[in-house]
């Protein structure tokens, strides 16, 4: 079974620094790309940034200079590191990565920005 579990969320106050980690079963992320994503209540799922087999990376506009994703491919992990936090970065984060042409996903870790 394939499966994803992010954990790291938390409360954290503006300016701080937080980061998250995907573990995965089932698949081995550096043949995959991995990608974060981000949701609030009521808009759609955002994009957070991509980590591809290769190890490269590409961020949005919010992200860059701010947000880095790595891999650990002895433990199959994938790390979101997010610095420089703002209160609008307070979301629910998901990683996703692919498993034969199916996008597969985790339940999310919180991560709330706040004073």
């Known amino acids: 079974q394939v499966q994803l579990v992010e954990s790291g969320g938390g409360l954290v106050q503006p300016g701080g620094s937080l980061r998250l980690s995907c573990a995965a079963s089932?698949?081995?992320?550096?043949?995959?790309?991995t990608s974060w994503y981000r949701q609030t209540p009521g808009k759609q799922r955002e994009w957070v940034g991509t980590?591809?087999?290769?190890?490269?990376?590409v961020f949005p506009d919010f992200a860059k200079g701010r947000f880095t994703i790595s891999r650990d491919n002895a433990k199959n992990l994938v790390y979101l590191q997010m610095n420089s936090l703002k209160p609008e970065d307070t979301a629910v984060y998901y990683c996703?990565?692919?498993?034969?042409?199916?996008?597969?996903w985790g339940q999310g870790t919180q991560v709330t920005v706040s004073s």
């Open positions: 089932g698949v081995i992320f550096n043949f995959n790309p």
């Open positions: 996703k990565t692919v498993h034969w042409g199916t996008d597969v």
């Open positions: 980590l591809s087999s290769g190890g490269s990376t």
